[in-house]
């Protein structure tokens, strides 16, 4: 057998092995349906508490609706909790003995992994449409028409790609699912100190420079100005080149963790 042809066979191998883990992941939702709509419903409660407890205090420089300012913040945030769904399936997993047996088969070594990758990428396409429903009836709507907010959807599934795989190394590093309290210490700090909620220039003049280089502040900046939303503005690099970076960050977090899971997978057990 030639290189080549070795090398497509191991790929279709990797691939079929994927979707089969993929297929594994969705029946375990459909078979835990008040756990996957508690899942879908969190987001919901989010943005209206947001929205409608607080919008009203809340005042967005150069004038603007706060809703519509605060709604592309909410689909970032969105995207960022969900690293802890992935480490906490990944971890019971690995507790459980489940990934052990795994790798006691005959199946391609990314596979698990990248199996749970995807399956977390469609149960969050599903939550942000949720998400888009819900902002549409309290009243957001973007403004520049259908293909720039599809480029920003894309955006926002690029970051959970990128936090998915964040999410997968650090359950096969720590391997244990109470750590995930230490995981939520991390994830929520960082959420809130970007600008999903508050204008950077708002905050002490050094939080608001971590805020502006927030991994999440970029999205959540391109996506306001593909969305038509009011934004903070400001005319720091990072404000200046929001959709570049929105595009950088999460594919330099892809570039760290998905050969890191990937190889940690391959080392469990030794």
Known sequence: MSTTTLGAHRLRWAVTDTLVLTGRALAHWTRQPGQLIAGLLFPVLLVLM??????????VP??????EFLL????????????EASYAA????????????????????????????????????????????CG????????NGLAPALVAVGLLLLLRVALIWAGIYLALLLRRPESIVALQILVWP??????????????PGWLGAVAEWNPLSA???????????????GDSFAAQHALALAVAWPLLLVAVFLPLSVRRYRQLGR
């Open 50 to 59: 947001f929205g409608y407890l607080f919008g009203g205090a809340m005042s």
């Open 62 to 67: 150069g004038g603007g609706d706060y809703r």
């Open 72 to 83: 592309p913040g909410m689909f970032v945030m969105t995207m960022a909790f969900g690293i």
């Open 90 to 133: 990944v971890a019971t997993d690995t507790a459980r003995g489940v990934t052990d047996r795994f790798r006691s088969l005959p199946m391609a070594r990314s596979a698990v992994v990248g199996g749970r990758a995807v399956a977390d990428l469609l149960h969050s396409a599903a939550g942000l449409v949720v998400m888009l429903g």
């Open 136 to 143: 549409w009836l309290v009243g957001w709507r973007w403004h």
């Open 190 to 203: 960082v959420g809130f100190t970007s600008n999903a909620y508050v204008p950077p220039e708002t905050m």
């Open 219 to 233: 999205t959540v900046a391109a996506c306001r100005e593909l969305f038509g939303n009011p934004g903070w503005g």
